[in-house]
């Protein structure tokens, strides 16, 4: 009898712990009492681009056929474009926008070690009258590829190349100047949507921490 197979260990176990360091840093340093001189308006450059960086921890959620224990530590980097529709309501602005995205994402725990992709989402957001506070509403999908292992573990994902589905809600706050941060809770689906006969899929969900600035 063979002796077990030993899942691959992905190098970058320590990415979740250094984001949060990163994420601690600078969001005291935006927040800090004194950081800004004067009161923002209510609604500064609202029709202009913006570059976000997110980060998190995403756990393999029910759903699919994989009995597997995932875990990913998702780093995306997404530009937003400028508004597509920007309409008053209860009090403050309800805005559309569009939302592309690079998706780097060590996998944790689990036999492969890494999904590289894009995602392409459309972008919802309320923003209080004051402009400081903002609830948000994201959802798209893509596509990517990982180091799959379907075909040496079972429960694994069966080839390389992916599709995946995201869902991504939460609160912005502004912060000094044209800077935001954000937490929000982030799902997202990868499969290879039947074009390999191994397709156990991946459903994932955790929470995302985000630092975004309008250009």
Sequence with gaps: MPPPRLLPQCPGR????????????LSAALC?????????????SPDRWA????????WKVGGG???????????????LCPPIRRVPFAGGTLTLRSRLSLLLEPIITGPETYFLGTAAAGDLEWRSPSGQFACFFASGGGFGWMDSRGYEVKGAQGQDFNLNWLINGGLRIRTRGDWQCSASLYFQHI????????NPGLNALGPMLGLSRKF
């Design 32 to 44: 800090a009492p004194g950081a800004t001189t004067t009161e923002p308006p209510a609604n500064p």
């Design 65 to 79: 056929a994989t009995p597997l224990t995932y875990v990913l530590a998702p780093q995306i980097i997404s530009v």
């Design 191 to 198: 499969s290879n949507r039947g074009m390999d006969k191994v």
């Design 14 to 25: 320590g990415v979740p712990l250094f984001s949060a360091i990163v994420f601690l840093l």
């Design 51 to 58: 570059i976000d960086y997110t980060s998190g921890v995403l």
